[in-house]
């Protein structure tokens, strides 16, 4: 080939590179829009404005709902609660059974992939450049079984090779915090475990309305790098609006008992990343929540709790926000806070914040982390892949304990130099000053 021919076909690319630029929809969003953005967590559509059931009675950790295993305790110290009111003691339910039992519990965690496909005004598939708006969530659910998430490998505080989240929370009840006891003293058993038993089901599709989202081409014009969606339309295009609702991805998926009351569920998203009001202020990447339902025969409320999580291409938001970050984040608070402090009672913390200006209340693992400058996540290489999990809060950070019992002394894991003290006790809405 001559070089004037090479000459000729690079000019060529350039032009074509070029005129996909000059089209840019006005919905059309550059491959480098995310740089700077900060990726979190964040408050599901809890319920969407499903009446709660009173009922008695129950046959689980909390009395009154029909959900995944979990069992309760709680720490002491001195705080206020949501109100500004005094409280000093904190119970919380936890994913799983008890470290007193010495037991092993395997909880099913149907991976449910969501594709993303996006609409024009009048309903019919989209094109841009020749090329459809489809987003394929299908090809992540390997990759994510594969992962340290679900994959054991490893880790320090297991004596056998084990899943990530039982790792976290092995750690956590290191020295004896059964069932919230910080006195016990005594190590937790090699054969406590909890473990996830991943099961791929039906791939779902969601469709996006036009005017509900905006989308980023790869470099190569093919679609897509990353679709923004409106935080709102997601949450109703997500859940189901009725007992009988079908048309969602978790009503289809409940009612083809592909996801129940005992497992935890995943809705696993491509790079789809939402925005509140603003596009510019985007990007929650997962968020973890239940949908609430009544039981046919009226004796308990069924919670299905799931999480929505997005794959995160390495590079959109830098190399330490990628692959999995946003999924084990969620999948650890459902471990710490499975329910969501629903009751407004069981997961609810003094309040805490962190210097990157976070102020919560709940016993949510992995936001005190998510928004720090560095340690955010703990790289795994597996089969030549580097994931990225994100380190959590222990309870003993919540718990403003001094020596931390969990392993090492920690306050978090899996690096435990990413914290290094318990939160201090803040006043109502995180005033200024410590109050302990």
């Known amino acids: 080939m001559t070089r004037t021919l090479l000459l000729l076909l690079s000019t060529a690319a350039f032009v074509a590179a070029t005129a996909r630029a000059e089209a840019r929809e006005p919905d059309q969003l550059t491959r480098s829009f995310l740089v700077g953005k900060k990726p979190h967590a964040g408050d599901a559509p809890q319920l969407l404005g499903k009446s709660p059931i009173v009922v008695n009675g129950g046959h689980s950790g909390l009395a009154g709902i029909d959900s995944v295993v979990n069992f309760t305790g709680q720490y002491t110290y001195p ?31 149907p991976i449910i992939p969501v594709s993303i496909d996006m609409r024009n005004a009048d309903g019919t598939p989209r094109y841009v450049n020749g090329q459809r708006l489809y987003m394929d969530a299908t090809k992540y659910v390997w990759p994510v079984i594969d992962s340290p998430i679900f994959r054991p490998i490893k880790w320090a505080t297991s004596l056998i090779p084990t899943q990530y989240l039982d790792a976290l929370f092995r750690a956590q009840f290191w020295n004896g915090a059964g069932d919230g006891d910080f006195d016990r003293g005594d190590r937790i058993s090699e054969a406590w475990h909890t473990w996830l038993l991943p099961a791929p089901r039906t791939p779902r599709v969601m469709q996006l309305a036009a005017g509900t989202y905006q989308f980023a081409l790869n ?9 923004l969606v409106d935080a709102n339309y997601f949450g109703n295009a997500l859940f189901p609006a009725t007992t009988d609702d079908t048309t969602t991805p978790i009503g289809a998926a409940e009612h083809a008992h592909e996801m129940t009351t005992k497992d935890i569920s995943t809705f696993l998203f491509p790079n789809t990343f939402l925005y509140e009001g603003d596009p510019s202020s985007c990007c929650i990447v997962g968020y973890h929540s239940f949908d609430m339902e009544p039981d046919a025969q009226g004796n308990f409320t069924k919670f299905y709790v799931m999480d929505f999580a997005s794959w995160v291409t390495p590079g959109l938001f830098g190399d330490s926000f990628s692959d999995i970050t946003a999924m084990s984040h969620e999948l650890a608070e459902i471990f710490n806070d499975p329910f969501v402090s629903f009751d407004g009672v069981h997961n609810q913390t003094q309040w805490w914040s962190m210097d990157w200006g976070i102020c919560q209340d709940n016993l949510e693992v992995g936001d005190v982390i998510e928004g720090l400058p560095t340690g955010v996540s703990y790289p795994v290489t597996i089969d030549g892949f580097t994931y990225h999990p994100q380190n959590e809060a222990l309870l003993q950070w919540f718990a403003g304990e001094k020596p931390s019992r969990a392993w090492h002394g920690a306050y978090s894991f899996p690096d435990t130099t990413v914290l290094t003290a318990p939160a201090p006790s803040l006043p109502l809405n995180c005033g200024a000053g410590p109050i302990n």
Request: proline share 8%; net charge negative; hydrophobic share 40%.
């Open 219 to 227: 470099d190569d014009g093919t679609c897509c790098a990353f679709v």
């Open 79 to 109: 705080g206020f609660d949501w109100q500004g009111n005094p409280q000093s003691v904190w119970p919380w339910a936890m994913v799983g059974r008890s470290p007193r039992t010495n037991a092993t519990t395997v909880i099913g965690a």
